[in-house]
């Protein structure tokens, strides 16, 4: 039968690997409290700003704010996303400790990350001798250091320096996401054909949770906020300000 999404894996995994991302946004998201919002002190002046510059309601301000402190959540679990779609590809395994992926015949080790400025420094050298364990153990192997989002396509030997010290290994690559998809796949456009089939994918999952009654994933930091508001009658804006700033001069008299 024709998949209705993309060639090189089956359209159930596609649509569980879709399920699994959706359930880590869940998780961010409900995991998400009043005390996690208010942690690290919100620009409230910004978000004056940001509901009337951008005409949001108080709900979607929230929900703007709430994004983007779990942002790093997100990015990681997108990472994890890539791995699976990978995995499902026939020849190639999810690792479960250790490199991300491999290939069956254990030629081929990746380590994958989401974007390209989310590791330096030691952890670049951490990610290097991992791989390069994984060469020794395995003579006709190579290993690659995927980044999904890069700063242009790459498929070259990975060669750094860290505290003056060289890291270089001729079976070492470093590999931007469209060759890491068109290495794994072997179709020239793997990742473009998943950017476009991913809409119509996300929409027929999303279709799955409305049959079955499910809604819209909420924060626990917004229930808590519309609680504190039915009690104290304050507006949205205003609970959060005092929340965050009612030892401050006149704050009080919110």
């Known amino acids: 039968m024709t998949n209705r999404y993309v060639t090189f894996v089956t359209d159930e995994h596609l649509i569980g690997c879709i399920s699994e991302l959706y359930t880590k946004y869940a998780k961010a998201k409900e995991a998400f409290t009043k005390r996690d919002f208010n ?3 919100v620009d409230v002046f910004k978000m004056l ?8 309601t108080d709900e979607e301000l ?10 790093r959540t997100i990015v990681n679990a997108i990472g994890i996303f890539h791995e699976n779609i990978l995995a499902g590809v026939d020849g190639y395994t999810k690792v479960l400790s250790g490199i991300d992926i491999k290939s069956d015949d254990d030629k081929i080790f990746i380590e994958l990350k989401n974007k390209h400025n989310t590791v330096k420094g030691e952890d670049k050298k951490s990610i290097f001798l991992k791989l390069q364990e994984e060469i020794k153990k395995h003579p006709n192997s190579q290993a690659y250091f995927a980044r999904i989002l890069d700063k242009k396509s790459t498929y070259e030997k990975w060669d750094f320096s860290h505290k003056g ?9 470093i590999i931007s996401g469209d060759q890491l998809y068109r290495m794994v796949t072997g179709r020239e456009d793997a990742l473009f054909n998943l950017y476009q ?8 999952f999303l279709g799955l949770l409305e049959n ?14 519309k609680e504190d508001i039915c009690i104290s009658r304050r507006q949205v804006i205003d609970e959060i300000t005092y ?12």
């Open 165 to 173: 010290e060289a890291f270089s290994n001729e079976k070492i690559f």
């Open 212 to 225: 079955k009654e499910q809604t819209t994933i909420q924060s626990s930091a917004l229930k808590e906020f």
């Open 62 to 71: 929230v929900e703007k704010e709430i994004m983007r402190q779990v942002d």
């Open 197 to 204: 089939k991913l809409p119509l994918a996300i929409d027929d």
């Open 49 to 56: 700003f940001d509901k009337r510059f951008n005409n949001l």
């Open 243 to 254: 929340s965050n700033y009612q030892y401050y001069l006149g704050f009080d008299k919110l």
């Open 39 to 41: 942690k690290n002190k």
